[in-house]
């Protein structure tokens, strides 16, 4: 089992910056690709940033490409979302996962371990 919370959201102004983290326990951290998730009321959850289990290989939606930075620290059983150019548009509750299979998914259901959220809100 992993267990992951979510830290770091917050009220920020558009065009500002936010760094998300994502704290795990459990076995194996370092063998389960990561994710960034969020969602807004009555909307699914949507696919931000992935990243492999060795933190070479990253993923993002259009949306936040060049904007966003995801990365991990093994070390510290931590992944990070570097939050950059903040839009109103990105204003949602944040979430990270994890997955048992070695390799990234822009799919909810295929990540097996979740945090509880953290509330990022963009003011304009």
């Known amino acids: 089992q992993v267990q992951l919370v979510e830290s770091g959201g917050g009220l920020v102004q558009a065009g500002g910056s936010l760094r998300l983290s994502c704290s795990a326990s459990?076995?194996?951290?370092?063998?389960?690709?990561m994710g960034w998730f969020r969602q807004t009321p009555g909307r699914d959850r949507d696919f931000v940033a992935g990243i492999s289990w060795t933190g070479i290989s990253t993923r993002y939606a259009d949306s936040v490409k060049g904007r966003f930075t995801i990365s991990r620290d093994n070390a510290k059983n931590t992944v990070f979302l570097q939050m950059n150019s903040l839009k109103p548009e990105d204003t949602a509750a944040y979430y990270c996962a994890a997955r048992r299979t070695p390799a990234i998914s822009t799919r909810p259901y295929e990540y097996e371990y979740w945090g509880q959220g953290t509330q990022v809100t963009v003011s304009s």
């Open positions: 459990g076995r194996a951290f370092s063998n389960y690709p």
